[in-house]
């Protein structure tokens, strides 16, 4: 292989290895993609303080906060539910209908289960969903 070719390849390789992390990051963001996948490297716990003010809408039994990548549910007195906020399809944030006990996307009208199992599209993907528990006013997300 001769120097300028050998550059030349190196170049383009370069600029696909600098464009990689863009394209990936721009994926998680539209598209039926996978940004609502569990895990990104952190399987720590994480634990949230329920007595403070920004978690006051779990105070109230069909109340729901969004955290973090996480929408935090409280569907029942003692039933917590931890799902990813972002829709499967494009990304956009889902909310919590207590009405129907069920998770909505309002930008296509995706509908999910309380346990983030596709009830209509267009996403096809189930909503990731996280263990949960809660100790006094610890609420503990893996
Ligand atoms: S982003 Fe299209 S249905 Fe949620």
């Known amino acids: 292989m001769k120097r300028r070719e050998f550059v030349s390849k ?21 598209g039926d993609s996978a940004t609502d996948s569990p895990d990104t490297g952190n399987t720590d716990p994480i634990n949230i303080d329920l007595s403070k ?7 109230t039994v069909g109340g729901y906060v969004y955290y973090d990548k996480y929408i935090i549910i409280r569907s029942g007195e003692s039933a917590y539910h931890v799902l990813s906020k972002f829709c499967t399809h494009q990304g956009d944030w889902v909310e919590y209908l207590h009405s129907s006990n069920q998770i909505k996307c309002n930008l296509h009208g995706s509908m999910f289960t309380i346990a983030g199992v596709v009830l209509n ?4 993907r189930n909503l990731a969903a996280y263990n949960v528990s809660v100790s006094g006013n610890i609420l503990t997300i893996g």
């Open 10 to 30: 190196v170049a383009v390789g370069g600029s696909i290895l600098f464009v990689s992390p863009f394209y990936l990051n721009s994926c998680s963001k539209g």
């Open 53 to 59: 003010s920004e978690f006051s809408d779990l105070n």
């Open 121 to 124: 599209g267009p996403a096809t």
